[in-house]
């Protein structure tokens, strides 16, 4: 009795259907491939289906790739979040006949060797490559392009921005389009990461505008025509304790920013309408 309750249940269990093993998934990339080598080796292969086959297949990595990019893109986001990349290169103010004046400080800016010493380890770490561009845009200007991409896959991204030569302080033609080059990479760089660089005394309050807000609210300001009110109304400091009125700007909160610019666009939009009136 016992050598036939043995032999049953090993007869149940030989009759037991075995479980295939998990394989890859029927729409990854490895399977269509399989599927087009093996419609490939058939003499009476459907050149039209293989080539449906074949466009899938593109479309399947492409979305691979993709996948993994942003995975890449995500991990050193995530990263970035936790460092602290600081304004730590000072910008001399600029007199009326283009000369520099004595040492007093416009405002700080964080140059691309600073960005990018924080930014590159983090590339390398997922394989992914920034490299930048350049190419004529309208009026003479400049247009970087920034591209990131994942190396593994392939998949990349790409981010404009332009700007015209940078003239100021007496600037040769090559150093204007040198210094708009540079410009535009460290831009170019923070906006692909959303990297916010902070003053080096902010204590965590947002630290002042940067580099180009204050050409911004500059050229406002002139237009304006708004005298030394506005600046203490922005609670910055004033042109006589700054030492120029770039100066003064530069000491504006960033977190006022956009106070500051629609404050000084209804003061033309004021005086345009005023001007109309009068005609």
Known sequence: MENQTRRTRKTEQSERPVEPLPGPASDSPPTVLALIERVALDPRADAEKLERMMAMYERLKAKEAERAFNGAKGRILKKLAGIKIVKNRPVLPESDNGKQRGAVEAFKYAPLEEIDKHLRPLLAEEEMDLSYSDEP???????????????????????????????????????????????????????????????????????????????????????????????????????????????????????????????????????????????
């Not at 392939?154 to 040198?178: C, I, L, R, W």
């Not at 180009?212 to 025509?225: G, M, N």
């Not at 042109?239 to 120029?244: D, H, M, Q, R, Y």
Request: glycine fraction near 12%.
């Open 137 to 279: 845009w309208d009026g003479g200007g400049i247009l970087i392009r920034g591209r990131l991409k994942h190396l593994p896959g392939g998949h990349y991204e790409d981010s404009f921005m332009p700007a015209p030569p940078d003239t100021t302080g007496g600037k040769s033609n090559v150093q204007a389009v040198g210094s708009t080059n540079s410009f535009l990479r460290r831009y170019v760089a923070c906006n692909i990461f959303n990297i916010v660089v902070v003053g080096d005394d902010d204590d965590g309050t947002g630290g002042t505008i940067d580099e180009a807000q204050a050409k911004t609210i500059v050229e406002l300001i002139k237009k304006a025509k708004v005298g030394p009110k506005f600046l203490k109304y922005m609670k910055a400091q004033s042109v006589e304790e700054a030492g120029s009125l770039e100066a003064a700007v530069a000491t504006i909160a960033a977190r006022d920013y956009r106070k500051a610019v629609s404050t000084l666009e209804e003061q033309i939009a004021k005086a345009e309408a005023g001007h109309a009136h009068l005609s």
